[in-house]
């Protein structure tokens, strides 16, 4: 045990080693502190002076503005850009730079940066394990540490949240719509760049499937796995919820003009740092708050550009938080179905195409401003919301349509890239005439009685009849966990016609899982557009194809969707135009029945015996469950609303008394 702690503890070292400094001399100069300071300031904020002077901020610039910088990120960089220890995903690799390019720019103009960080996971890394019971119910987490470090520096004058992806984005975007009172900025990490040759973050995460069904080589796989990332920083290269988010802060007004999708780590985008911070010393001095900036319209005007670019569904637990944290209207399925039946999508962009454009093709396309140029000539913005540059929507727009920025960027993807930026981002009557489906469908039916999404753009056209009508009659083959359905795929389990019905994954099972392994593969395996997937589950941002999603009541709170057995009839409906749809149950026998013999029969089961929360469920996720359950649920965007969950705690502890009560009447009878 001896050579085990002088392994630990190594060799003494040199003689400085061992001299020890009990005191030094302290920051030279004085406070500039006045009389009125002393008798009236909070100890707190002369105290925070000593703090800056002690960490090397001389004197005699404490006196501009504290802007508070929040980041994301993640790993720790060498000074030449090498990990020194990695982070969990590129797309906050380099998170550093942006703020570090914002803290120049703040510093620059007399003010004082403050920085402070709150990390973020990876969907990409923790799908298929049980990391992924950690990844929505982080998102709260992150966006409650956020508003309290927020707090916990008194004399900011304004916040700038600097995020990426999946959860580290909507949660700054949660937490800045939450301070009110305060003005605040988002500046969107980018996106990193496609391999030359090879495949993007969203297929190369199939190669396992692939290969198991004889679709792809080792040696193609281990290849095209080394070179998928093929730059240190950014969300992936695909319109999934990292994309989609950044998408959505520039449409609510919490970004500069032309933010989202900026390739990572290039000068375009450290330069957008800085106009972020300019905009947020420009919010601080005209007084201008996050209060100010979002409002129902702000809110609407996101879910318009979300439609408009065919953006993940997870925009669908979002946004509505997002408003919820900014006490404004929470939008329900019957708003967002409303919105997508009135917006066509006109960006085509990796993963639903019809071309396959990485990101950084949309952003050199003209990104959000562009396409809010073709909305506003539809009529379904309001351009006279306020966006963080101080100015209105309207306003900005008219800036963009003539900018040497716009015509530059625009020219350079075409003369460049050879890439006609009118193919990434389609005027209304060039989408209709490249086949460019609306974005999500709401089907309700037997099986999902409070409804369920599908991204119905994402639907292999030729799965479609005439009418844009795509269904599928099939049996379901019923599974309980991920794991074991994504063996069945593995090991020719499913077959062409399946109906893959995954339950007991929502939030009660398992936090709400992302099952982008499953649809994933039945993406790009050669059959598996012939495949549907029904869960109470959750998927990613890039997922396609005949996958249904967010059926609810889930599985675990007695849904019905928990009440199917293999062998059962399913009966699906998605018209890709009318976006309408129907999900129902149909039988059990040689021969599909009707949805009312389906209901019948199901009202007459018990749950699946197989149906349970999952072992490895950790406490945190579990009470995240209760509390987000109590707030609403999915369709209130997975919220915490403190008001319902006290006046649940409330009747809780008075049932929890009146029953001790009578226990205690009963034993003094006795």
Not at 106 to 119: D, E, L, M, Q, R
């Amino acid at each position: 045990m001896l050579e085990r702690l002088q392994a630990v503890m190594g060799q003494d070292g040199e003689e400085p080693y061992f001299q020890i400094a009990t005191h030094a001399p302290g920051p030279s100069g004085k406070l500039p502190l006045t009389p009125e300071m002393l008798l009236h300031s909070p100890s707190g904020n002369l105290f925070g002076w000593s703090q800056n002077v002690g960490m090397g901020w001389t004197p005699d610039r404490l006196r501009g503005r504290e802007v508070l910088i929040m980041g994301t990120m993640g790993g720790i960089r060498n000074e030449d850009g090498t990990p020194a220890a990695l982070g969990y995903h590129t797309g906050h690799w380099e998170i550093g730079l942006l703020m570090k390019e914002a803290a120049a720019e703040i510093t620059a103009a007399g003010n004082i940066p403050f920085a402070g960080y709150v990390s973020d996971p990876c969907d990409g890394r923790s799908q298929g394990t049980s990391g992924m019971y950690d990844s929505l119910p982080y998102r709260n987490d992150a966006a409650i540490v956020v508003r309290r470090l927020i707090r916990s520096l008194p004399t900011r004058a304004a916040v700038m949240g600097v995020a990426t992806c999946d959860k580290g984005l909507p949660a700054m975007m949660v937490a800045l719509a939450g301070m009110k009172q305060i003005p605040g900025v988002i500046v969107p990490g980018g996106v990193t760049l496609p391999p030359t040759r090879g495949e993007d973050a969203g297929k190369i995460q199939t190669i396992g499937a692939r290969y198991a069904a004889g679709e792809l080589s080792l040696e193609e796989a281990a290849d095209l796995g080394c070179r998928a990332c093929a730059t240190p920083g950014g969300g992936c290269q695909f319109l999934g919820t990292a994309g989609t988010a950044q998408v959505v802060a520039e449409a609510l007004g919490m970004t500069v003009p032309h933010a989202a999708l900026a390739p990572s780590g290039q000068p375009v985008w450290a330069e957008m740092a800085r106009q972020s911070a300019r905009a947020a010393m420009g919010l601080a001095a005209s007084g201008l708050t996050m209060g100010d900036l979002l409002t129902d319209a702000s809110i609407r005007n996101a879910m318009v550009v979300h439609a408009a670019f065919g953006g993940s569904t997870n925009l669908l637990l979002h946004i509505p938080a997002i408003a919820h944290a900014a006490s404004l209207r929470v939008p329900d399925a019957g708003d967002w179905a409303e919105v997508n039946r009135s917006v066509p999508r006109l960006v085509s962009v990796l993963p639903n195409g019809p071309v396959p454009h990485p990101t950084v093709r949309v952003f050199l396309a003209g990104g959000v401003p562009e396409v809010m140029l073709h909305l506003r000539k539809l009529g379904v913005l309001d351009e006279s919301v306020l966006t963080v540059s101080g100015t209105t929507l309207g306003q900005t727009l008219d800036w963009w349509e003539s900018s040497e920025r716009r015509a530059r960027m625009r020219a350079y993807l075409s003369d460049t890239e050879g890439i006609d930026p009118d193919t990434v981002i389609y005027s209304p009557p060039a989408a209709r005439a490249a086949g460019l489906a609306s974005t999500v469908t709401f089907p309700k039916g037997n099986i999902a009685p409070e409804g369920a999404v599908i991204k119905s753009t994402a639907i292999d056209p030729s799965m479609l009849d005439a009418e844009g009508v795509f269904r599928h009659v099939g049996r379901a083959k019923v599974f309980t966990t991920e794991r074991d359905a994504i063996r069945a795929i593995k090991t020719g389990g499913i077959a062409p016609g399946d109906i893959i019905a995954l339950i007991g994954r929502g939030p009660s099972g398992t936090g709400m899982e992302e099952t982008y392994q499953l649809t994933s593969a039945l993406k790009h395996l050669s059959y598996g557009k012939q495949v549907s997937l029904l869960t109470d589950a959750r998927f990613s941002g890039v997922s396609t194809g005949a996958c249904i999603g967010h059926i609810g009541p889930e599985a675990l709170a007695g849904g019905p969707v928990g009440k199917l057995r293999d062998g059962d009839w399913i009966d699906i409906r998605i018209d890709t135009r009318k976006l309408e749809g129907s999900l129902h149950m149909v039988g059990r026998g040689d021969e599909p029945l009707s949805p009312e013999e389906g209901t019948a029969l199901l009202a007459s089961r018990s749950p699946h015996p197989g149906l349970q929360e999952d072992a490895e469920l950790p406490d945190d996720t579990r009470l995240w469950a209760a509390l987000q359950a109590a707030s609403g649920g999915t369709w209130q965007g997975c919220v915490y609303d403190a008001d319902r969950i006290i006046r649940t705690l409330q009747a809780g502890m008075r049932a929890l008394a009146a029953e001790e009560d009578g226990t205690h009447d009963r034993r003094s009878e006795t």
